[in-house]
């Protein structure tokens, strides 16, 4: 059996929660991405841009509108992973209106997908995967794209069994 990767991309810093800011440590997608790691016994990549968005929310939401109003492809701040090491990628992504960040198009963009198999999960604040799985097979031809799993931002901190249990039945 090959061994899987989780990718995702996530954000810290003040966050949209149910209707009001607020700060925190670690973001929702990369606490999920963690878990399925942890579980899976799966290496982990995060997604994280060259030059990332600013920590305070406002500012950070205008920041991404431009660039997916410019289909911008963020620089990366690391070496993408050899994935020709696996057959298996959990794909973790927050939905920023509708679809997924510029950077994770990057990354999608930058890798070979022919013969992979792509775990889509997304965290969101009510609009669920919206139309990222219909983004995913654009970007990533060749691939399988699988049944994906969205939770809520808000819910993720009482997520983790409903979170594994997917990981384990993909």
């Known amino acids: 059996m090959t061994k899987a990767l989780v990718v995702c ?19 929702n997608t990369l606490t999920a991405a963690e878990w399925i ?3 899976l016994g799966a290496d982990l990549y995060q997604i994280e841009q060259e030059v990332p968005y600013a920590d305070d929310y ?10 997916q109003r410019r289909k911008a492809r963020p620089r990366l701040k690391q070496p993408l992973p050899d ?5 298996d990628i959990y794909l973790g992504t927050p939905n920023y209106w509708g679809t997924m960040p510029m950077a994770v198009f ?5 890798c070979s997908w022919q013969g992979k198999r792509i775990h889509p999960f997304c965290t969101h604040e009510g609009s669920g995967f919206g139309r990222i799985l219909e983004d995913l097979k ?7 794209i699988c049944p994906g799993l969205a939770v809520q931002g808000t819910q993720i901190p009482a997520s983790k069994d409903k979170i594994c249990r997917w990981a384990e039945q993909q």
Do not use: H, M, V, W
Request: hydrophobic share 35%.
């Open 138 to 144: 654009k970007a990533c031809p060749g691939a399988e």
């Open 37 to 39: 790691a942890a579980d």
């Open 106 to 110: 990057t990354f999608l963009e930058s």
């Open 58 to 67: 406002n500012t950070c939401i205008q920041q991404a509108q431009q660039d």
């Open 9 to 27: 991309y996530s954000r810290a810093g003040e966050n949209y929660f149910a209707g009001a800011l607020r700060r925190i440590e670690k973001g």
């Open 83 to 87: 994935l020709g090491l696996y057959t």
